[in-house]
C-alpha cells in the first residue's frame, strides 16, 4: 500500500540554525501539506501546497519557513533559523484532492529537538 | 473562531463499547474526519462524515449531527491495541481542505 514517507525520523539542531525536512508524497496525490505537534498538544495546520505553490499558510507559518517541491516527489519544509518553540513532530500529509472523501494521509513525521 | 472539543481521557475495559464524543464550532465544515493516533506515532484515518447519520466500518462507527455540530466515534468489542489518542478533526471549506483538528482523547483500555 502506498504511504506517505518523511526523512530523518529525528533531527535535532541548534537554535539559529537552518533545518529541512523531506517529505515524499504519495504518488499520485495533488495536494501536500506540513502539520506540526508539540509534545502534549493538539495536531495544527502549517501549510497546504497545490499546483507548485502555497495555497494556504497559517499564521504559525513565518517569514521563517518555507516550502518546496525540488523535483517531482519531494516535498520539503525548511526552517530558516530554528527557534527553542520550534521543537515539535512535523508530519507531512498529501491527499488525492478527488471527490468528496479526499483523505490526507500521513507520514510517520520528524521529531525536531531544538536545543 | 475555530472550536473542536474532545474529553481529554477514557477508560473502558477490553471487550466493551466505548463512545468518544467531539463537538465543534467551525467558520466552514467540508467533513468530519476521525484519526487513530499512538504515542509517537502519526495520525491513521479511521472513519469519515459528511452528511448525517452513521457510518459504519467493522470495529468502528462514527456519527455526525450537522446541525448540532457533534459527532461521535464508537468503538466495538476494544482491544487492548486500541489504547492510543483519538482525533477529531473537522475538514474547512475551501480550496485548502485543511484540517483542524480537535486535542484528541487518550483512551486506555484495560484488561
Known amino acids: 500500500e502506498p504511504e506517505v514517507t518523511q526523512t530523518p525520523s529525528h533531527q535535532v539542531t541548534q537554535m539559529g540554525q537552518e533545518v529541512i525536512l523531506r517529505c515524499v508524497p504519495i504518488s499520485n496525490h495533488l495536494y501536500f501539506y506540513w502539520y506540526r505537534q508539540i509534545l502534549g498538544q493538539k495536531v495544527e495546520f502549517l501549510v497546504s501546497?497545490?499546483?507548485?505553490?502555497?495555497?494556504?499558510k497559517s499564521e504559525i507559518f513565518d517569514d521563517q519557513f518555507s516550502v518546496e517541491r525540488p523535483d517531482g516527489s519531494n516535498f520539503t519544509l525548511k526552517i530558516r533559523s530554528t527557534k527553542l518553540e520550534d521543537s515539535a513532530m512535523y508530519f507531512c500529509?498529501?491527499?488525492?484532492?478527488?471527490?468528496?472523501?479526499?483523505?490526507?494521509?500521513f507520514g510517520p513525521g520528524t521529531r525536531l529537538t531544538v536545543l | 473562531g475555530q472550536n473542536i472539543d474532545q474529553p481529554t481521557e477514557m477508560t473502558a475495559t477490553e471487550g466493551a463499547i466505548v463512545q468518544i464524543n467531539c463537538t465543534y464550532q467551525?467558520?466552514?465544515?467540508?467533513?468530519l474526519f476521525w484519526y487513530q493516533q499512538h504515542a509517537g506515532e502519526a495520525p491513521t484515518f479511521l472513519s469519515y462524515?459528511?452528511?448525517?447519520g452513521l457510518e459504519e466500518k467493522g470495529r468502528f462507527s462514527s456519527f455526525l449531527s450537522r446541525s448540532k455540530g457533534y459527532s461521535y466515534l464508537l468503538l466495538k468489542e476494544l482491544q487492548m491495541k486500541d489504547s492510543a489518542s483519538y482525533l477529531c478533526a473537522v475538514r474547512d471549506r475551501g480550496a485548502t481542505n485543511k484540517l483542524i483538528f480537535g486535542t484528541g482523547t487518550l483512551l486506555a483500555v484495560q484488561p
Open positions: 501546497f497545490y499546483n507548485n505553490e502555497i495555497s494556504e
Open positions: 500529509a498529501s491527499s488525492d484532492g478527488l471527490g468528496g472523501l479526499d483523505t490526507q494521509y
Open positions: 467551525t467558520s466552514g465544515f467540508n467533513g
Open positions: 462524515n459528511v452528511l448525517d
